[in-house]
């Protein structure tokens, strides 16, 4: 496999609109290759995940994940390839406030058995991941909802890379945080993304962070339905 991402005369119109929010020639991603997304409020961002996560079905084109055309498979085939493959930190972190740091982790291998499988000891796993996202064990069994910003986060981040999916999408995750934090983070997300082997998209409006990755992509230059007439 070539790509872990292959997108081509992607265009996607939300019902009852006239004008597509995205027309995307084409757009891909290497296994293991860390690429910055950038684009202000507007460009499609947002709806370029969704349609990448299979949440959304585009009205023509092609997105190949993992070499599996997803508009191919059903609604429920969607779903479980998406659980098998994807890891995703959210803007929002989306944690379950009710579960501790270790079930918010190991949720994803109880929607994936090949996740689960990857990860072996699912516990163990996630163990080792939230000792290199630098969160100590004994906040490990504390609600979500008793975390600092800063710590779920870093909890978003091991949720996403348990049982080493080939593609990790953030979405602006460090929107929140001071320019030291947000280094810091960037710093253990990297690591663990090359110890998982996964490929990285990493959607953010912060230039300065572009220097660190491996590639730059401005989503304004390639969806057409962005650019000014």
Same mark, same amino acid.
């Given at each position: ?49 969704? @349609?990448?996560? =299979?949440?959304? %079905?585009?009205? +023509?084109?092609?997105?190949? *994940?993992? !070499?599996? &055309? /997803?508009? #191919? ?42 996740? @689960?499988?990857? =990860?072996?000891? %699912?516990?163990? +796993?996630?163990?080792?991941? *939230?000792? !290199?996202? &630098? /969160?100590? #064990? ?58 998982? !082997?996964?490929? /990285? ?29």
């Amino acid at each position: 496999m070539n790509r872990v991402l292959d997108i081509e005369d992607l265009r996607f119109t939300w019902p009852g609109q006239d004008e597509a929010v995205l027309a995307i020639e084409r757009l891909t991603i290497a296994p293991g290759e860390k690429l910055f997304l950038h684009g202000p409020s507007g460009s499609g961002k947002s709806t370029l995940l969704a @349609a990448i996560g =299979a949440l959304v %079905v585009p009205q +023509a084109g092609r997105i190949e *994940l993992c !070499g599996q &055309d /997803l508009s #191919s498979l059903s609604r429920g085939g969607r779903d479980r390839f998406r659980a098998d493959h994807l890891g995703v930190i959210f803007q929002q972190f989306n944690l379950l406030p009710w579960l501790d740091v270790t079930a918010n982790v190991t949720l994803p291998c109880r929607f994936s058995r090949a996740r @689960a499988r990857r =990860a072996g000891d %699912v516990e163990a +796993a996630a163990a080792r991941l *939230l000792e !290199g996202m &630098d /969160l100590e #064990s004994s906040l490990w069994h504390r609600r979500a909802d008793q975390l600092s910003v800063g710590q779920q986060q870093r909890v978003a981040a091991a949720r996403a890379l348990i049982g080493q999916p080939d593609l990790v999408l953030a979405d602006e995750p460090t929107s929140s945080l001071d320019a030291d934090r947000r280094d810091r983070f960037l710093d253990l997300l990297f690591e663990r993304i090359e110890e998982a !082997g996964s490929a /990285l998209l990493f959607v953010s409006h912060d230039r300065q962070l572009a220097v660190r990755f491996d590639r730059v992509v401005d989503l304004p230059e390639i969806n057409r339905a962005a650019m000014p007439a």
